[in-house]
């Protein structure tokens, strides 16, 4: 194949803001010449940005706005929304990992249609378990990276049907004995019934009311209106965010989250099992991961909702509520060395605004192992933060969102990356990702689980590994400037999935053995590898799902005449 010289790919993206420092210092003092034969573990993050960014090189010669755009919010639109042939076709790449195949196979396998029309993907297609549960439905948080996969593809249309269909759910009458939900509330997932007699196809949505422990998922409609954005930065068709129903449905589902409580902070308050940990893991409070996806989806409503009355009436309360919530995640969440010393030296009980130990965190309450695991380089957003309260554990998904979402600074974006990389064993070990370190063990798992035998230590939501968040390590690597860790966090993955038959989770302090109760061919597994390969192949793809840190984000303040 022709390639570009390295010089005119890097000149062609010397805005993109997160690689600009490498490109540059590239193109001013020469790259590097990097012999493709030598093993991609040895090339430096700055060697393998180059190359990456050496490979789209149609798509780039395509997207002729790209020197205008900043990185993280890349349009990828080219027109080719309507186009029948997918961007990615296997036949034409002629650098083809074969799991890539065997994943796009077993991807389409699990296709869901209603009507004869794509409309998602189910959760698990595995044959062998005894035990179908609801792994047989479509999930809402489960079609996350497959959609990305479809939009990475060029197939947007199974897409655009599932983000129709699941707004026209929620408009549906939703009960749980005799407690009506709110209206905004998404469903966790649905079902698709085929009578093969009528010839009909109806959906069976479920909203937690048959769910395992009558969870809710709050993290449904955030990742719905995170997925629309997606869509739309993708194809370029604003229409779909521009269509009533999905206006109303996004207003609907901020109603729910922004109405006024008796809250003293800017985050949400949660019960257990709100989100991908959907069973009793103590993650109930302000977890992590529902404030990130919180940001993140308040951040991608206010570039969708119209400027209409009862848009803008949104957009004020979106703004003020980002102001106070990144200043409240950045100080109070957010934990390194520094922090974690001056935590440790606490004084307690203090009463008035002088307070430095807001919350009242007894200094006593800090785990023995974070001790030890703290780098002096590196830091992360801690799990949970309420009165007397922090949950000092990791959780992955938080904080790659948080970093996709810029609710992490740019600081504090490349420390998380510096702590993946300094406590590699802990955090990535042999199966990319732990979904959160460490795992709680006898009494503390008692207590804290209610003796969940699912969720034993390192195993499950416990500590277990979730192969299904390699696609959002790989984001965050891109997006820092970092894709070496990716790499060789798709190298572990790659050693394993396909032979292993794309489990839903490892367990196992370094994530070495198929999870105990772990579904096969899970489709998040088999998607998220592919929505890796695809950004690692295309970084520009990363803009889809990710967002440059907004300027001045504070509200507008009227200062009184006689001020000046
Ligand atoms: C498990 C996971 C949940 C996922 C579901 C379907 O319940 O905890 O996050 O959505 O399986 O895969």
Request: with cysteine.
């Amino acid at each position: 194949m022709d390639r570009p010289k390295k010089r005119d790919t890097l000149r062609a993206v010397s805005s993109m803001s997160s690689l600009t420092a490498n490109v540059e210092e590239n193109g001013s003092k020469g790259i590097r010449a990097v012999n493709s034969l030598c093993s991609i573990a040895e090339l430096n993050d700055k060697d393998l940005l180059a190359l990456l960014l050496d490979r789209p090189r149609l798509k780039l010669e395509r997207n002729k706005s790209y020197d205008e755009k900043s990185f993280g919010d890349l349009s990828l639109y080219d027109g080719r929304s309507g186009r029948n042939t997918p961007i990615f076709s296997i036949r034409d790449s002629f650098d083809i990992h074969p799991l890539v195949t065997e994943a796009w196979e077993a991807l389409r396998r699990s296709q869901v249609y209603f009507r004869g029309q794509p409309v998602g993907t189910i959760a698990a297609y595995d044959h062998a378990s005894e035990e179908v549960l609801n792994y047989d439905q479509v999930f809402v948080r489960d079609f996350v990276p497959s959609a990305l996969a479809f939009l990475m593809n060029g197939e947007p249309d199974i897409v655009k049907n599932f983000l129709l269909k699941t707004i026209q759910i929620q408009g549906q009458d939703k009960k749980i004995d005799k407690f009506k939900l709110g209206d905004g509330a998404m469903p966790a997932s649905f079902k698709v019934l085929h009578n093969p007699i009528k010839k009909t196809d109806t959906i069976v949505a479920d909203f937690g009311e048959s769910a395992i422990g009558r969870v809710a998922p709050v993290d449904s409609g955030f990742w719905w209106i995170i997925l629309l954005r997606a869509y739309t930065k993708s194809t370029g068709d604003h229409s779909l965010a521009e269509r009533p129903e999905c206006q109303k449905g996004m207003r609907l589902i901020l109603s729910l989250c922004l109405s006024e409580g008796f809250d003293t902070f800017p985050t949400l308050l949660c019960a257990d099992g709100c989100s991908m940990v959907d069973r009793r893991m103590g993650v109930y409070g302000y977890p992590i991961e529902i404030q990130a996806l919180f940001f993140m989806a308040l951040r991608s409503a206010l570039s969708m909702l119209k400027h209409d009355a009862e848009g803008k009436e949104f957009m004020d309360k979106i703004v003020k509520r980002l102001h106070a919530m990144s200043f409240h995640m950045r100080s109070y969440f957010w934990l390194d060395f520094q922090q974690l010393n001056d935590i440790y030296r606490y004084k307690t009980e203090e009463y008035s605004h002088t307070a430095v130990n807001k919350f009242n965190v007894i200094p006593d309450s800090i785990p023995d192992w974070l001790f030890d695991f703290m780098p002096l380089r590196g830091g992360y957003f801690v799990g949970n933060v309420s009165p007397a309260r922090m949950d000092f554990r990791w959780f992955a998904l938080g904080n790659c969102i948080a970093i996709l979402s810029s609710l992490a600074t740019p600081e504090q974006s490349m420390a998380i990356m510096d702590l993946i990389e300094a406590r590699w064993e802990e955090l990535v070990g042999e199966m990319p990702l732990k979904i959160c370190y460490p795992a709680m063990e006898s009494h503390e798992w008692r207590i804290v689980t209610g003796c969940d035998p699912k969720n034993t230590r390192w195993s499950y939501h416990n500590g277990g590994s979730w192969p299904v968040l390699l696609w959002l390590l790989t984001a965050a690597s891109i997006k820092t400037g970092r894709p070496q860790i990716a790499r060789r966090a798709i190298d572990l993955a790659e050693a394993r999935l396909l032979k292993d038959g794309w489990p839903e989770y490892y367990d196992g302090k370094s994530g070495r053995f198929i999870g105990k109760q772990a579904r096969k061919f899970q489709t998040w597994s088999i998607a998220g590898y592919l929505v890796a390969k695809m950004m690692m192949d295309d970084p520009t793809h990363v803009g889809m799902i990710s967002m440059e840190e907004e300027k001045p984000m504070k509200p507008v303040l009227n200062r009184s005449h006689s001020w000046t």
